[in-house]
Every structure is written in structure tokens, then in C-alpha cells.
């Protein structure tokens, strides 16, 4: 398993609630606005595109929507995926109860913050020193699948009933993930199993983030802009508050959650088994001055037991590996010993 740790932080939650009218200094950014496309701009914002599971799935549809989302995977690294096949009374159970949760006290959620030297529970992520800049958010992180790398404190200490709709809505995406890979796998035209065989026993990691309400939200990160490290992310926005941001072109532009849709990321190693075809794409999560915003996202990754490289089947004399195959429990290690930025940690893996 990957090794190392976080360093504990205060819950934003219970700082949001003293109604400080200034931010404290560790959470305050001077890099971060760079601008974004204007909300006076909104007519020209660049829409995501969105993926319909329906005409993927259909006969009559379905080469042309794979072709859809070839370029769409080029070109964006980020789509919505509408009709997703997902019932929506689970998607709405698990928005109802994740909020429960995010509302439960301070003492209650102590039980699942994280322990010295774990990455697992609820805190941040990547922070490996008191003087590194925080984000605005808390965040429960923990291993989903396979169940026995499940740690005893988090998942199966859940209250009901959320624990055993997380079970149902973890299975479910599972399911809907690998179908995703299997027809990336078909766009680039693949050997059948190189995507199975990685990820069909891999595993799959959830971080619910809970963004209070900040009184200088121009002055704070949500999240910090980044790639994802896994394979393929799943987002819910579990209520309807915005402030997911990619980068497309050098400007950060805004997403627009579709109704019912989840929001489909390429990870770096979804770039690095595409040899570069699928890129990964930096995002980031601004604040908000007076509503909270809850999100699950949900990352699949290949087994630990794998190596992650370029597919040999993508590899020929013309298109030679841009990128290292190392084993995917030495790929995380790496992964998690750095602060995040941007997609640094991809250069490390070329060539």
C-alpha cells in the first residue's frame, strides 16, 4: 500500500462557523487568480462537452458517439457524461446522506480524521509542512475497493444509512468506469484486454469535499489546481454550487454541472497508458462567499500489483513510449511524497 502521510489541519468547516470576517494567512494565495474566463464573458465561456451512455451503448449510435469521445478525450480530458445508466434515487441518496454526514459535529466526524502518518480520513491531502498554503475545503479520503484494503476506522465505521449506500454507489461505479475504459480502450483502437486486464481488479479511492462559505473567497483555493494521479475520476456535485475550473487554453473556465450527469476526467495514468493521446487536464475549485459546495469524486486506478506504462499496443516505430512503465505502488509512493502542483508530477514520468 502507499506509505507516507498528511500532516493534520484544522477543519475549515468549524472556522467557517466563527464568521471571521478575514481568512487566516496559511490560506492565503497570491498565485491563484490567474484569470478566468469573466462572468460577464458567460455567452463565449467554452461549454464542456458531454458523452450520452445511451448512443454509446446502441448499435445504430454507437461509432459515432466513440468517435465523439475520442476527440473529446484528445481534446478536453473532461466531459459530462449524460444517461449514465446510474439510478438516480442511489445518486440522490448518496448527495442526501453525504450532507448528513458533512453536518454531523465536531466530535462525531473525529472519529475519521486522519491518523499520524496515514493519508486515509478526514483532512487534506499533500500537506508535508506547516508552512505550505491550505486549502478552503475539508475532505474525507478513503480507499472504496477492493473492500479488504478498506481501513477499519473509515468505510465500515460509517453511520447508516450512508455506509450502505457508499457500498451500492461505490459497486455502481465501478461498473460504470470500466465500461468508460473498455470503449476508450475501442477509440484507440487497443488489444481487447490491456485496459481490462489493469483495471477490472484495481482500485478505486473516494474524497468527499465539504467547501464552506468564505469571506474572501478571491484570497483562497477550494482545491489546488492539479491533475488527477489515477486512471479515471467520476465527480457527483452533490448540490447544485459551482466552482469546479479547468484550464482549456491557458484560462480557466468554469463548469456547469448538466442535471443528472457526472462530471469524466482523464488521470495522469490514463495519459501515460495512451502514450500521451489522452492528456490529463490541471483543475481547480474556487470558493464561495455565501454557500457551501459538496462534491464525491471517484478514482479508478489500475491494481497495485500492475505496471503502468504506455500499452504496448499504442507503441510503433512512429509513436515511441514517451513516458517510464514502473510499478503502480512505486508510481503512488512518488505521487504522494510531493505538494500538489499543476501536472509537475507527470513530467517526472517522461522520457
Same mark, same amino acid.
Given at each position: 500500500?502507499?506509505?507516507?502521510?498528511?500532516?493534520?489541519?484544522?477543519?475549515?468547516?468549524?472556522?467557517? %462557523?466563527? %464568521?471571521?470576517?478575514?481568512?487566516?494567512?496559511?490560506?492565503?494565495?497570491?498565485?491563484?487568480?490567474?484569470?478566468?474566463?469573466?462572468?460577464?464573458?458567460?455567452?463565449?465561456?467554452?461549454?464542456?462537452?458531454?458523452?450520452?451512455?445511451?448512443?454509446?451503448?446502441?448499435?445504430?449510435?454507437?461509432?459515432?458517439?466513440?468517435?465523439?469521445?475520442?476527440?473529446?478525450?484528445?481534446?478536453?480530458?473532461?466531459?459530462?457524461?449524460?444517461?449514465?445508466?446510474?439510478?438516480?434515487?442511489?445518486?440522490?441518496?448518496?448527495?442526501?446522506?453525504?450532507?448528513?454526514?458533512?453536518?454531523?459535529?465536531?466530535?462525531?466526524?473525529?472519529?475519521?480524521?486522519?491518523?499520524?502518518?496515514?493519508?486515509?480520513?478526514?483532512?487534506?491531502?499533500?500537506?508535508?509542512?506547516?508552512?505550505? %498554503?491550505?486549502?478552503?475545503?475539508?475532505?474525507?479520503?478513503?480507499?472504496?475497493?477492493?473492500?479488504?484494503?478498506?481501513?477499519?476506522?473509515?468505510?465500515?465505521?460509517?453511520?447508516?444509512?450512508?455506509?450502505?449506500?457508499?457500498?451500492? #454507489?461505490?459497486?455502481?461505479?465501478?461498473?460504470?468506469?470500466?465500461?468508460?475504459?473498455? #470503449?476508450?480502450?475501442?477509440?484507440?483502437?487497443?488489444?481487447?484486454?490491456?485496459?481490462?486486464?489493469?483495471?477490472?481488479?484495481?482500485?478505486?479511492?473516494?474524497?468527499?469535499?465539504?467547501?464552506?462559505?468564505?469571506?474572501?473567497?478571491?484570497?483562497?483555493?477550494?482545491?489546488?489546481?492539479?491533475?488527477?494521479?489515477?486512471?479515471?475520476?467520476?465527480?457527483?456535485?452533490?448540490?447544485?454550487?459551482?466552482?469546479?475550473?479547468?484550464?482549456?487554453?491557458?484560462?480557466?473556465?468554469?463548469?456547469?454541472?448538466?442535471?443528472?450527469?457526472?462530471?469524466?476526467?482523464?488521470?495522469?495514468?490514463?495519459?501515460?497508458?495512451?502514450?500521451?493521446?489522452?492528456?490529463?487536464?490541471?483543475?481547480?475549485?474556487?470558493?464561495?462567499?455565501?454557500?457551501?459546495?459538496?462534491?464525491?469524486?471517484?478514482?479508478?486506478?489500475?491494481?497495485?500489483?500492475?505496471?503502468?506504462?504506455?500499452?504496448?499496443?499504442?507503441?510503433?516505430?512512429?509513436?515511441?513510449?514517451?513516458?517510464?512503465?514502473?510499478?503502480?505502488?512505486?508510481? #503512488?509512493?512518488?505521487?504522494?511524497?510531493?505538494?500538489?502542483?499543476?501536472?509537475?508530477?507527470?513530467?517526472?514520468?517522461?522520457?
Amino acid at each position: 500500500m502507499v506509505s507516507g502521510g498528511s500532516l493534520a489541519v484544522p477543519s475549515v468547516k468549524e472556522m467557517a %462557523k466563527e %464568521k471571521m470576517g478575514k481568512v487566516p494567512a496559511r490560506y492565503v494565495r497570491t498565485e491563484v487568480h490567474e484569470p478566468p474566463f469573466m462572468a460577464n464573458d458567460a455567452e463565449s465561456f467554452p461549454q464542456l462537452p458531454f458523452i450520452d451512455m445511451v448512443r454509446l451503448t446502441s448499435p445504430e449510435f454507437m461509432n459515432s458517439e466513440l468517435r465523439k469521445l475520442h476527440e473529446v478525450c484528445k481534446e478536453w480530458g473532461f466531459f459530462q457524461l449524460i444517461n449514465h445508466g446510474v439510478a438516480i434515487s442511489l445518486v440522490e441518496d448518496i448527495k442526501k446522506e453525504f450532507e448528513e454526514f458533512s453536518n454531523m459535529s465536531k466530535e462525531e466526524k473525529n472519529q475519521y480524521r486522519q491518523r499520524p502518518g496515514d493519508l486515509e480520513g478526514l483532512g487534506q491531502l499533500f500537506v508535508l509542512s506547516e508552512e505550505q %498554503k491550505l486549502d478552503w475545503a475539508d475532505m474525507m479520503y478513503m480507499v472504496t475497493l477492493p473492500p479488504h484494503l478498506r481501513k477499519p476506522h473509515l468505510f465500515p465505521k460509517l453511520p447508516l444509512p450512508f455506509r450502505e449506500t457508499l457500498e451500492t #454507489y461505490s459497486s455502481e461505479l465501478k461498473k460504470l468506469a470500466l465500461k468508460l475504459l473498455n #470503449y476508450m480502450a475501442k477509440a484507440l483502437k487497443m488489444e481487447t484486454d490491456e485496459m481490462r486486464v489493469l483495471f477490472e481488479e484495481g482500485k478505486q479511492e473516494m474524497r468527499m469535499s465539504y467547501y464552506p462559505p468564505c469571506p474572501e473567497p478571491d484570497k483562497v483555493m477550494g482545491l489546488t489546481a492539479h491533475s488527477d494521479a489515477t486512471g479515471l475520476t467520476i465527480l457527483l456535485q452533490a448540490n447544485d454550487v459551482g466552482g469546479l475550473q479547468i484550464r482549456k487554453d491557458g484560462k480557466w473556465v468554469p463548469v456547469k454541472p448538466l442535471e443528472n450527469a457526472f462530471i469524466v476526467n482523464i488521470g495522469d495514468i490514463l495519459e501515460i497508458i495512451t502514450n500521451g493521446i489522452y492528456p490529463s487536464i490541471e483543475h481547480r475549485v474556487t470558493a464561495n462567499s455565501e454557500k457551501e459546495r459538496l462534491s464525491i469524486a471517484t478514482f479508478h486506478s489500475p491494481r497495485l500489483d500492475a505496471e503502468v506504462g504506455p500499452a504496448p499496443s499504442l507503441i510503433t516505430p512512429q509513436t515511441p513510449a514517451v513516458f517510464k512503465t514502473v510499478t503502480v505502488t512505486d508510481y #503512488y509512493e512518488s505521487y504522494f511524497s510531493r505538494e500538489l502542483d499543476g501536472k509537475s508530477f507527470l513530467d517526472h514520468m517522461r522520457i
